[in-house]
Nanobody
């Protein structure tokens, strides 16, 4: 069983930046290691949507169109942590941001498919709030 803990949320003005962190623990390497992690967000009254995902075995990533060019997902294997660097934030980025993860036996052919289907992610954190004011 894996545990995910997010941090780094907060309140910023439009145009500002934040960096979210997701620290993973509770799993071992080899058979059980997590190799796919992502960030999802949910605003009040809206469905949960994918923001960015990363296949940690080769660092390939995929972004939602709404954040492409503004957000960057990255990993630090030594710290078992995935980051989401968010720049040029907009009020519409306001949401609860969740980290999620799962394990693949081999690299998926379409990372974006999983970005659009958060229900297939096995492990979830508790979320961190991001609020962007205009």
């Amino acid at each position: 069983q894996a545990q995910l803990v997010e941090s780094g949320g907060g309140s910023v003005q439009a145009g500002g930046s934040l960096r979210l962190s997701c620290a993973a623990s509770g799993y071992t390497t080899n058979i059980n290691h997590i190799n796919f992690m992502g960030w999802f967000r949910q605003a009040p009254g809206k469905e949960r949507e994918g923001v960015a995902v990363i296949y940690t075995d080769d660092s390939s990533s995929h972004y939602a169109d709404s954040v492409n060019g503004r957000f960057t997902i990255s990993q630090d294997n030594a710290k078992n942590t995935v980051y989401l660097e968010m720049n040029s934030l907009k009020p519409e980025d306001t949401a609860m941001y969740y980290c999620a993860a799962r394990r693949f036996l081999s690299k998926p052919t379409d990372l974006g498919w999983y970005l659009r289907r958060p229900q297939v992610l096995a492990y979830w954190g508790q979320g961190t709030q991001v609020t962007v004011s205009s």
